[in-house]
């Protein structure tokens, strides 16, 4: 348009004035070109954006990192909306220390940038810092209510705390805005499941299933067993029916630091022996026990992935008709039915979280008993329960998990509470610390676990645990790669509470309210 203007008001102009006219346009072109380096590589860095979008739906990490950085050197290093990317991409990774250098700067200086106030709160949320979580998902939906990875975060932070009702709306929310994300999906079968509602759970999962990655066949085999297990629950009607006794109150003997729990199953009068074992969502049956009693595998799901061994498992899910301890009895009972690696202390089974969440349930080490009271619906917490009561969060894979302060760490850490481990745990990235290396012990133990057996495994002296208030010196600790659990725990756990710690107390656990309350056996002995 300039050029004709100017051609119509200068008819008499010279190829070399219009020559000029050119060369000064192309060199402000140039000048333009030079201070806005990205202007030529916008749409490409856009596009790689994308794709590195959907590398990590489909859970290809590395080659998303791989995409983003390199997208981030043709962009000179300053585009905000890569680094935001980047540091999700880190935070799946659970490289949260990464991501966290990457995505805070980024919250400071854009404070309406509600993407990076997302990912910030997920890489929170990842390394177990709620309440700041909380705080960055809030200020995100403030300002882009469509913001579905705040919405999400919101749905696990409440799943976390049990909160399940809230859970759910909150992640049908962020599955609304973002239908295409399979994380949301997934993370909505899981609530569902555990809110009993089994169809509902079995339809995200196949959800799950459509928008995901076909290439992960492993995750795609089991997720489908589990799909015809709840489908299965979903037709047997309510399960964990309570009847007998509103309470109940048993010895159990403490066995290799483990509490050991006499039980019936169906119509066998024998008494079987099972662990009580905080460390498993669901209850499990030795296959060897099973096939005694008859019970018959129900669907198999492929195989899951443990500690020990091979570090897999095949799954096999059982529905149990009932179970009773001692005047307590619960109908429709779903189980894993698996091989056990160790014949020493033989024990049928292992009780579950799913199993006593019901019920106000305390293990007292120092009595040796377990007591089972029912809580109904509206009722009031009961008087007396003295002693000091601490959050508990239940983890995405059905953990109990609390915060500990361990001596020679700085910061809080996420420990697993577990009855089932005789002995505690500390993550291989944890005994890493310069603080633990002079404890670090010269044995070497042989460890136990749900995929079979590690040999070799190096040990430390830790000089001071502390949960709330309570504290142990001198407690003997395994380090294991905790990698495995912490891919589906949802929150980084540094470590596991086992009974070579908890021995020392009176526990009540109150699921209703996601506490347990400590009270020492050394200074209460009744």
């Known amino acids: 348009m300039q050029f004709r ?53 489909n859970g290809s ?71 700041d979580a909380r705080l960055l998902f809030f200020n995100a939906l403030k300002l882009n209510r469509r913001e579905h990875l705040a919405w999400a975060g919101y749905g696990l932070l409440d799943f976390y705390e049990n909160k399940i009702n809230d859970s759910l709306d909150n992640l049908r929310e962020s599955v609304f805005h973002a239908p295409d994300e399979p994380d949301y999906h997934f993370a909505l079968a899981q609530v569902s499941a555990r809110a009993e509602k089994y169809r509902e759970a079995a339809d995200a999962y196949k959800d799950f299933l459509r928008v995901s990655n076909k290439a992960d066949k492993d995750r795609r085999e089991r997720i489908r067993g589990l799909i015809n297990f709840l489908r299965y629950l979903g037709d047997a009607g309510s399960l964990y029916r309570l009847s007998g006794s509103d309470e109940t109150k048993v010895d159990f003997d403490l066995v290799g630091n483990r509490p050991i729990i006499r039980l019936r199953i169906n119509d066998n009068e024998e008494p079987l022996r099972f662990v009580l074992d905080t460390g498993s969502g669901i209850s499990v049956i030795s296959d060897v026990t099973a096939k005694r009693l008859k019970i018959k595998p129900v669907t198999r799901g492929g195989f899951a992935r443990g500690i020990g061994g091979n570090g897999k498992f095949e799954i096999v899910y059982g529905l149990l008709r009932e179970i009773s301890i001692g005047d307590v009895s619960m109908r ?64 995405s894979s059905g953990f109990l998990s609390g915060e500990v302060q361990l001596q020679g760490v700085d910061s809080p850490l996420n420990f697993i509470v577990d009855t089932g481990a005789s002995i505690s ?38 000089p001071k645990i502390t949960f709330g208030q309570h504290s142990e010196t001198n407690v003997a600790a395994v380090a294991l790669d ?5 891919e589906a725990s949802g929150f980084e756990q540094a470590g596991i509470l086992g009974g070579n710690f908890l021995k020392n107390y009176r526990m009540t656990f109150d699921f209703r309210n996601s506490k347990v309350t400590f009270v020492s056996v050394k200074d209460n002995k009744e």
Do not use: C, W
Request: aromatic residues 6%; proline residues 4%; hydrophobic residues 40%.
């Open 332 to 395: 429709q009972v779903p189980v894993y039915i698996r091989k056990f690696h160790t014949d020493a202390h033989y024990v049928d089974g292992y009780i579950g979280l799913s199993l006593i969440s019901k019920f106000l349930t305390t293990v007292d080490y120092g009595a040796k008993t377990f007591a089972l009271t029912r809580r109904r619906d509206g009722e009031i917490d009961p008087p007396g329960n003295v002693g000091v009561s601490l959050p508990l969060r239940l983890t």
């Open 482 to 486: 905790l990698g495995l659990i912490n």
């Open 5 to 57: 203007s100017h051609f119509g008001r200068s008819t008499s102009l010279s190829i070399a004035t219009l020559i000029r006219s050119i060369a000064i346009l192309l060199l402000s072109i140039a000048t333009a070109s030079a201070a806005n380096p990205l202007a030529p590589n916008e749409t490409d860095i856009k596009r790689s954006i994308r794709e590195a979008l959907k590398l990590t739906r």
């Open 61 to 131: 990490f590395e080659q998303a990192e791989d995409l983003l950085r390199k997208a981030l050197t043709a962009g000179g290093g300053s585009r905000t909306d890569v680094k935001v990317e980047l540091a999700y991409v880190l935070t799946k990774q659970r490289r949260l220390g990464e991501a966290y250098e990457l995505i805070l700067p980024i919250a400071q200086a854009e404070p309406k940038n509600a993407r990076a106030f997302a990912v910030f709160g997920a890489t929170m949320l990842s390394g177990g810092r709620f309440s």
């Open 425 to 462: 745990v500390i993550s291989s990235q944890v005994a890493k610390e310069d603080g633990l290396l002079p404890f670090a012990g010269e044995e070497r133990l042989r460890v136990i676990g749900s995929a079979g057996v590690t040999e070799d495994v190096p040990t430390f002296n830790l």
